[in-house]
């Protein structure tokens, strides 16, 4: 008796364990732009059903990623889903599009897959805040530069940027990452390559236009860019945060450091 009441507990509280937890969707979203579909994973809040309109944060990758790496690598971005009310959205951003529309390879137009059919499609299907003010970016270092790289130049879409580890200057690295397969080689297309550099982007930006948060381990490759993105806004007097700390280019670190992400997000969207 006393053995089937405590097994009785435990499917209990498993029960609603799963009631009170975020939940995690896996869909495809199609792009018209590239003519093919491609997963994404939607967190919701435990309070979805209950509330009315949610902010999002779209959440993106590294090179050689996919959609499923945030939640099997740092599966407590569910539990910030649930502490903060917001929708966490992971595109698939491809293996190394570096989340450019590529003038190379019509099948890597990421730019307006994740800043125009991704963030239409989240809006018609979920209960989301539709304006800038309710909607962040942020990502691990290919997806650090793209997360900075899209929402400097959409920032009608989004309203808080952040990027992690990110690949923030791609000219030191030119022969990396497959970037020259996205936008041809540096040697023969220098001019691409430093237009589209987050670097040099910075005159996009105006005092507080983006809310920012930059964070980097001071034993990763990237410090070094990261350090001079952070002294060029500073120059420019560009608010942000940016945040500094021993660590490496890895999941151990991204895993801590999505968490100073997601709450600084969080403080934005609850703005007065």
């Given at each position: 008796?006393?053995?089937?009441?405590?097994?009785?507990?435990?499917?209990?509280?498993?029960?609603?364990?799963?009631?009170?937890?975020?939940?995690?969707?896996?869909?495809?979203?199609?792009?018209?732009?590239?003519?093919?579909?491609?997963?994404?994973?939607?967190?919701?809040?435990?309070?979805?059903?209950?509330?009315?309109?949610?902010?999002?944060?779209?959440?993106?990758?590294?090179?050689?990623?996919?959609?499923?790496?945030?939640?099997?690598?740092?599966?407590?971005?569910?539990?910030?889903?649930?502490?903060?009310?917001?929708?966490?959205?992971?595109?698939?951003?491809?293996?190394?599009?570096?989340?450019w529309d590529s003038p190379?390879?019509?099948?890597?137009?990421?730019?307006?897959?994740?800043?125009?059919?991704?963030?239409?499609?989240?809006?018609?299907?979920?209960?989301?805040?539709?304006?800038?003010?309710?909607?962040?970016?942020?990502?691990?270092?290919?997806?650090?530069?793209?997360?900075?790289?899209?929402?400097?130049?959409?920032?009608?879409?989004?309203?808080?940027?952040?990027?992690?580890?990110?690949?923030?200057?791609?000219?030191?690295?030119?022969?990396?990452?497959?970037?020259?397969?996205?936008?041809?080689?540096?040697?023969?297309?220098?001019?691409?390559?430093?237009?589209?550099?987050?670097?040099?982007?910075?005159?996009?930006?105006?005092?507080?236009s983006l809310s920012l948060?930059?964070?980097?381990?001071?034993?990763?490759?990237?410090?070094?860019?990261?350090?001079?993105?952070?002294?060029?806004?500073?120059?420019?007097?560009?608010?942000?945060?940016?945040?500094?700390?021993?660590?490496?280019?890895?999941?151990?670190?991204?895993?801590?450091?999505?968490?100073?992400?997601?709450?600084?997000?969080?403080?934005?969207?609850?703005?007065?």
């Open positions: 008796m006393k053995k089937a009441f405590l097994s009785l507990l435990v499917f209990v509280l498993f029960a609603l364990s799963q009631v009170h937890a975020a939940r995690v969707d896996t869909v495809e979203v199609n792009s018209a732009t590239m003519k093919k579909s491609l997963k994404v994973v939607v967190v919701r809040p435990a309070a979805y059903d209950a509330g009315k309109e949610f902010p999002v944060v779209y959440l993106l990758h590294g090179y050689s990623g996919n959609h499923a790496n945030w939640i099997t690598k740092a599966p407590n971005i569910q539990k910030a889903a649930d502490q903060y009310n917001m929708i966490i959205v992971c595109p698939n951003g491809g293996f190394s599009s570096w989340y190379v390879d019509p099948q890597s137009q990421f730019e307006t897959y994740v800043s125009k059919e991704l963030v239409s499609y989240v809006d018609q299907h979920y209960k989301t805040v539709k304006d800038r003010k309710g909607r962040g970016i942020t990502g691990l270092s290919m997806g650090g530069h793209g997360a900075l790289y899209l929402a400097f130049r959409h920032q009608d879409v989004y309203g808080t940027a952040g990027s992690m580890s990110g690949g923030v200057d791609i000219r030191p690295f030119p022969n990396n990452w497959d970037m020259a397969k996205r936008l041809g080689s540096y040697a023969e297309q220098p001019e691409r390559w430093e237009k589209n550099t987050v670097i040099n982007m910075l005159h996009l930006l105006t005092p507080n948060i930059i964070d980097c381990g001071t034993d990763d490759f990237f410090y070094g860019v990261n350090q001079n993105l952070h002294e060029q806004l500073e120059y420019r007097k560009i608010p942000h945060d940016y945040i500094s700390r021993p660590g490496a280019h890895n999941w151990p670190y991204w895993e801590n450091a999505v968490q100073h992400q997601l709450l600084f997000m969080h403080n934005y969207f609850n703005k007065k």
